[in-house]
């Protein structure tokens, strides 16, 4: 009887291997196939075989680690791709779109690879990865002030290419010189001028996109309705955007920026709250973010840190005016002030010394890489103090987490909130970010730096907007609900949306429903489908 179960038992496992490796031959066919089709469909003038890269590649691993900008998404148990296109022309877009509909495989699209959770690289299902970054090139005509750039850019790239060409020019966009132009600007994007000149999506003029039938289309072509969808609605819901017409701004030949931080000891607590009441109605020309982190003093002991970080579009004598008028209680003096050039200016709010050459913001890899956690939120009423006291305590009892206070008014709450589909305009004082960063590898230290992150979230729930609470949608937020399959039910995917997008995500599922009824450009957080429109074997 015993060797009849060993029997048994051997039959049985090997029936088990036989299957995974007949499965593992099929999909290795199946991958296999998939090139074979990349290769059919490439251009004779722009060979694409040079863009395609296997794990059988040498340099698979260094390509697809290239871009990775949050560690917890470069571990060796996060899933890979099955195939690399790190895309040369139109022609090798227009070939994966055409593939991976009908070869039925998820198509992932990455620009600069800043994205929180790493929704653009990473997946369950098998997929391959449409890596943007060689399409980059920046087109400035400074007659017409507007640019033309291609999504594979780094913000960087933008702000010295435009500085090559003008002293009062610039574009209003991130303070992180190496995220990628497609992602933020899909996403809505927004820098410290956004109280001057909106997101970086309201200064779009037009487009170049790949859409579900391999077409290249324009704005003119793609109509009003998908133009209005690509810009703060989430590009790869839609379709492969491969560049953005930006509309120049106007920058003063000086700028004024500086930080200044006060802790509790130096009377932080009535400093936040005033600004607070003034930095969204200050004039449009000054931003004034708010960052709050808990320190330690030379006694040992912890306290909580608010730091005020500014750019003034102006002299410093216009700025210590108008500062000394509406916000007194920071204290603001001739000393803290530096004044430099816009393209300087990116350099200051990015911790790198104001004596560095400008080409730096050529440099496509950040500074540091690190393990990250990020949520946000929306504020419309200004905190009381007690309130204020009460997330102290819970910041020095937490001691991790950070918060970045990003003020609105100005031209954030003139234009109106259809306008794009970023929604968060009038009667939004500021947006939070909350961060926690680390350098522990290893799931533990993850879950203990992502439950510290989400209690702060927690605890701040009585203090922000409510029904729905109103996230950014750029700060990609695994929290707030994804599918592992790309295709959530309309219903799951509206109680995000919302939050996203508020009375535009009817209007953005309608757009989807009607430019990729096969829902091909889906990803975890992405636009659903009509109900009717889902096919019988998904999640409805």
Not at 200 to 224: F, T
């Amino acid at each position: 009887m015993g060797k009849l179960k060993a029997v048994a038992v051997v039959t049985m496992i090997s029936t088990v291997l036989l299957s995974i490796l007949w499965r593992a031959t099929l999909h290795l066919e199946d991958n296999e196939n998939f090139v074979r089709c990349l290769l059919d469909h490439s251009h004779p003038s722009h060979p694409i075989s040079s863009a395609i890269y296997t794990p059988k590649s040498s340099s698979f691993s260094s390509v697809l680690e290239s871009y990775i900008r949050n560690l917890r998404f470069n571990e060796s148990s996060t899933p890979k791709p099955f195939l690399i296109l790190t895309a040369l022309h139109e022609f090798h877009i227009q070939a994966a779109v055409t593939c991976g509909k009908s070869h039925g495989v998820q198509m992932k699209i990455r620009s600069g690879g800043h994205d929180y959770e790493g929704l653009s690289y990473v997946s369950t299902l098998p997929f391959f990865l449409l890596d943007m970054f060689n399409l980059r090139s920046i087109d400035v005509d400074i007659e017409t002030e507007t640019a033309w750039v291609q999504t594979g850019a780094t913000l960087g790239e933008v702000f010295y290419r435009i500085a090559e060409k003008s002293k009062t020019h610039g574009f209003p966009a991130g303070v992180c010189p190496t995220v990628g132009v497609g992602g933020h600007i899909s996403g809505a994007g927004y820098g410290n001028m956004m109280r001057k000149y909106g997101v970086s999506a309201d200064n779009v003029l037009d487009a170049l996109i790949i859409d579900a039938n391999g077409r290249l289309l324009d704005r003119q072509s793609m109509g009003e309705d998908l133009f209005w969808a690509i810009r703060g609605g989430g590009g790869a819901s839609f379709a492969v955007v491969l560049a953005y017409k930006i509309k120049l701004v106007r920058v003063p030949e000086t700028v004024t920026v500086f930080q200044v931080d006060r802790t509790l000891e130096e009377d932080a607590t009535d400093i936040v709250d005033q600004w607070q009441h003034v930095a969204y109605n200050l004039p449009q020309e000054l931003f004034i973010r708010l960052m709050l982190d808990v320190v330690v003093k030379s006694s040992g002991e912890k306290t909580l840190r608010a730091s005020f970080v500014s750019l003034f579009l102006g002299d410093s004598e216009s700025l210590l005016s108008i500062m000394k008028e509406r916000f007194p209680k920071l204290g603001l003096s001739k000393s803290d002030c530096i004044e430099t050039s816009w393209v300087k200016s990116v350099l200051f709010w990015s911790n790198i010394p104001l004596e560095t050459d400008i080409q730096v913001l050529l440099d496509r890899t950040p500074q540091t890489l690190d393990y990250l956690k990020r949520k946000s939120d929306y504020v419309r009423e200004p905190i009381p103090k007690a309130g204020l006291e009460s997330l102290w305590k819970k910041m020095m009892e937490l001691e991790k987490p950070r918060m970045y206070f990003n003020p609105y008014g100005g031209k954030m709450a003139e234009i109106a909130a259809e306008e794009i589909p970023f929604p968060h305009r009038a009667g939004n004082l500021w947006k939070i970010q909350y961060l926690a960063n680390w350098n522990e590898a290893g799931i533990e230290a993850a879950n203990r730096y992502i439950d510290l992150t989400r209690k702060l979230h927690e605890f701040m729930t009585p203090f922000v907007s409510k029904n729905p609470r109103q996230a950014f949608l750029n700060y990609r937020d695994a929290d707030l609900g994804s599918s592992s399959h790309g295709k959530a039910s309309y219903s799951a995917a509206r109680l995000n949306g919302m939050k996203w997008f508020m009375g535009n995500f009817e209007r953005l599922v309608q757009i989807k429903t009607e430019v990729d009824p096969t829902n091909f450009f889906s990803y975890e957080q992405s636009i659903p489908l009509l109900p009717q429109q889902v096919h019988l074997d998904d999640d409805i």
